[in-house]
């Protein structure tokens, strides 16, 4: 299933920057259990239930980036996955007490899976809110694929046709839950009059009321939509990197008033390191990292 993910991923038309982007910017977070973490927190962080352990985090997290950015095979992560798994002699928690190696292969193919489609997912929506995707496309149409076991509230979104602005969007863009492979596809005015389409009507959306595991709190879910998935990833993310862009390190011109040509070296110093450190910290702009020597700068012109 997980290879068959891959290969539907690999013919998308998103660009494998905005995916690895995605997964770049999360940050690890240990957590003992699903739900720990509130929905949309799971697009800024890298996190599986009960890997408490930040070095293994960071190595499967890191074999996620690269299973993005080069492409690696569902069995290729797997084989990784497990050897990690092994030297950390780390096993996931089941319903019963004993642990099996398909315990382990499950983990892994839920881990390859539902990142590699949050990562697509995420991508898509930035390619489909450029602005001029946004001039061309005014509508997304929901797409559930075939698979063994389909959810039937996913299959009757199949086919909706909702303006882009529609809140519809904003709790119900997939991946809807695990190993859900629906996604979502841009719609031209063109398309709507050669296929005689007509906008769908916005479905209502019931919330039902779910208890999370890891809290015991009852917390209210749209209806047909796993717990900790109704939020879109891209529009969050998209949200974050604007709220850094709008706070973000620039260049230094003047220090306390004083052009920065014109003040002592060690002044200017201390300046570019406290920027660094903002650039660090806000993970966007831009900052002077250092001052070349006079006679550098002199030959360069």
Wanted: proline share 8%.
């Amino acid at each position: 299933m997980a290879d068959d993910v891959a290969a539907i991923l690999s013919a998308a038309p998103v660009k494998p920057s905005d995916a690895i982007a995605f997964v770049r910017q999360k940050t690890l977070v240990a957590t003992a259990s699903f739900g720990e973490l509130e929905q949309e927190a799971h697009a800024r962080a890298f996190t599986s239930a009960g890997m408490t352990e930040m070095s293994m985090l960071r190595k499967v997290g890191s074999d996620v980036s690269r299973a993005i950015s080069e492409g690696m095979s569902y069995s290729e992560f797997q084989k990784r996955f497990l050897k990690i798994a092994d030297d950390h002699d780390w096993k996931p928690q089941p319903p019963s007490s004993v642990v099996t190696d398909r315990d382990l292969r499950n983990r892994a193919n839920l881990i390859y899976d539902t990142n590699m489609s949050m990562a697509y997912s995420a991508g898509e929506w930035k390619r489909l809110n450029t602005p001029e995707a946004i001039d061309i496309y005014p509508w997304f149409q929901y797409r559930h694929h075939s698979c063994p076991h389909p959810r039937l509230q996913h299959l009757a979104w199949d086919g909706l046709i909702l303006s882009r602005d529609d809140p519809f969007w904003i709790t119900h863009w997939p991946p809807n839950g695990w190993r859900c492979h629906c996604t979502v596809e841009p719609v031209s005015r063109r398309d709507m009059r050669i296929n005689k389409w007509e906008a769908s009507e916005s479905p209502p959306i019931r919330l039902i009321e779910k208890r999370n595991p890891a809290t015991g709190k009852m917390v209210q879910v749209p209806e047909g939509i796993d717990l900790g998935f109704a939020y879109n990833p891209g529009r969050v993310w998209q949200a974050d990197v604007e709220a850094r862009a709008a706070t973000a390190p620039k260049p230094i011109t003047h220090i306390n008033g004083i052009p920065k040509t014109e003040v002592a070296p060690g002044v200017r110093e201390k300046a570019q390191v406290k920027q660094i450190g903002e650039l660090l910290d806000k993970r966007a702009g831009s900052v002077e990292a250092g001052t070349l020597p006079d006679a550098v700068m002199k030959e360069l012109g």
